[in-house]
């Protein structure tokens, strides 16, 4: 019979499929001159935006979009120098960038339902 968990650790170490109880190259509590390193959260960049940030510039732009639009719709409504394409492209971006919103929120939601099933 295989043993697809050897399988698999095996070919993550770089080596041939062995049967289980052969020297796969792993030890258990000592080391290996094939182990490689965990990765581990580094330290993040001051230069690069936070998580935070990047959500609170889209939320600002998805924003800004909807007042332009706003005020797209308000300067034609009042008869200003505004032509009716410029006010439908500004509207539908602003429908498509909410949408485009709503969707990225309805997956956060979907990936922090996997993760709390997952826990308990």
């Not at 990936?111 to 308990?120: C, H």
């Amino acid at each position: 019979m295989s043993d697809p968990i050897g399988a698999a650790l095996q070919s993550l170490a770089g080596g041939a499929a062995s049967p289980v109880g052969a020297s796969a190259g792993f030890s258990i509590g000592g080391t290996d001159d094939r182990s490689r390193p965990v990765p581990v959260l580094r330290p993040r960049d001051p230069d690069t935006p936070s998580f935070a940030d990047t959500l609170t510039r889209t939320l600002n732009a998805v924003s800004g979009d909807q007042t332009r639009a706003t005020d797209a719709i308000a300067s034609y409504l009042r008869g200003d120098d505004v032509e009716l394409h410029q006010v439908v492209a500004a509207a539908e971006e602003a429908q498509l960038s909410l949408e485009l919103l709503v969707q990225v929120r309805n997956k956060f939601i979907d990936a922090y339902r996997t993760l709390s099933n997952m826990q308990g």
